[in-house]
């Protein structure tokens, strides 16, 4: 690539996020999910739909830890 066609990136963009308060995030949703799997609707199809976002969730947390721990992903970002 030449020098004209570089992405530009912010200083923001390239900066690493909070890791672990991402993994807290996306497994307290996947609780709160969860937690209206008992209650507060009537029917199975909501309840299918509530599980398998929560373990879509659950995994996306698992995959990156065995990701980054393989070496797998570059722990900077």
Do not use: W
Not at 66 to 73: C, H, P, S, T
């Amino acid at each position: 690539m030449s020098a004209e066609q570089d992405p530009v990136y912010a200083p923001d963009q390239l900066k690493p996020g909070n890791r672990k308060l991402a993994r807290a995030g996306a497994l307290g949703t996947a609780v709160v999910m969860l937690m209206f799997f008992c209650c507060n609707h009537e029917g199975t199809t909501e309840n299918i739909f509530l599980v398998i976002f929560a373990l879509g969730l659950i995994g996306a947390v698992i995959a990156d830890v065995v990701l980054r721990r393989n070496g797998l992903k570059p722990n900077d970002q």
